[in-house]
């Protein structure tokens, strides 16, 4: 087993992902659903900066997510795991930061959106709402194609880690079942992002067994490939 500082950034890359994620997330002292309503507004305008900090935090977890996928690709992207490896570690990549700017736009219209209806009649809060739903239609787009996207990777790479027994075997199907059951719930049911909240936690498990298992017993890589 490789253990190394490598291997010791890159664990610790995912263990930090996960608690910027769920921290930021459960720290929150609002949690906005797939579209905003009004009432958003008010809960977030109780303590609005606190809200945006969480929800930095919260964002930078996922910047520091695709930060760990980079640094694990760069020690296993290598003959012959880098088949599964490289397109694998890309597609969650690819999801990671597609879900990252869509949580931005949560974010921004979030904060934004109490200052544009502060003060304002029912009417007036309406005619806001109605003018953000166009955009926050698509942006639900990205949430669902990112969790797909990463679904996708995620199978590619824990059939990586079973084929080559470069973790335990245990995480490698732990990566794959995450994998296919993020991929069907979108695929299989209508828009809901209550039904996929637990798939977040999940992940969030998935992000620190595998910065445990990277800690605690390295990468099985022979000595010699390239």
């Known amino acids: 087993m490789k253990k190394?500082?490598?291997?010791?950034?890159?664990?610790?890359?995912?263990?930090?992902?996960?608690?910027?994620?769920?921290?930021g997330w459960a720290l929150s002292p609002h949690h906005v659903g797939?579209?905003?309503?009004?009432?958003?507004?008010?809960?977030?305008?109780?303590n609005v900066w606190y809200w945006i900090w969480m929800y930095r935090f919260h964002i930078f977890g996922w910047v520091t997510m695709a930060i760990a996928m980079f640094a694990l690709v760069s020690i296993t992207a290598r003959k012959p795991y880098r088949v599964l490896i490289l397109p694998g570690a890309g597609m969650v990549i690819v999801g990671t930061f597609t879900?990252?700017?869509?949580a931005a736009y949560y974010y921004n219209?979030?904060?934004?959106?109490?200052?544009?209806?502060?003060?304002?009649s029912a009417a007036e809060i309406?005619?806001?709402?109605?003018?953000?739903?166009?955009?926050?239609?698509?942006?639900?787009c990205f949430v669902r194609f990112g969790r797909i996207f990463s679904g996708v990777g995620l199978v590619l790479l824990g059939y990586g880690f079973i084929k080559w027994k470069l973790v335990n075997l245990w995480?490698?199907?732990?990566?794959?079942?995450?994998?296919?059951?993020?991929?069907?719930?979108?695929?299989?049911?209508?828009d809901n992002f209550e039904?996929?909240?637990?798939i977040f936690h999940v992940k969030v498990l998935w992000l620190v067994a595998m910065g445990i298992s990277l800690l605690r017993q390295g990468v099985n890589l022979p000595e010699g490939k390239s």
Request: proline content about 2%; charged content about 10%; cysteine-free.
């Open 4 to 23: 190394d500082f490598e291997i010791k950034f890159t664990g610790w890359a995912f263990i930090v992902a996960a608690l910027l994620l769920w921290g």
């Open 34 to 46: 797939e579209y905003f309503v009004a009432s958003d507004f008010t809960s977030i305008g109780e």
């Open 99 to 102: 879900i990252a700017i869509a």
């Open 109 to 120: 219209y979030g904060a934004w959106g109490v200052g544009q209806t502060a003060g304002k």
């Open 126 to 140: 309406q005619e806001f709402m109605d003018s953000i739903l166009f955009t926050n239609q698509y942006v639900t």
């Open 171 to 190: 995480l490698g199907w732990f990566t794959i079942l995450l994998g296919f059951v993020a991929m069907g719930i979108i695929l299989s049911i209508p």
């Open 195 to 198: 039904i996929y909240k637990p």
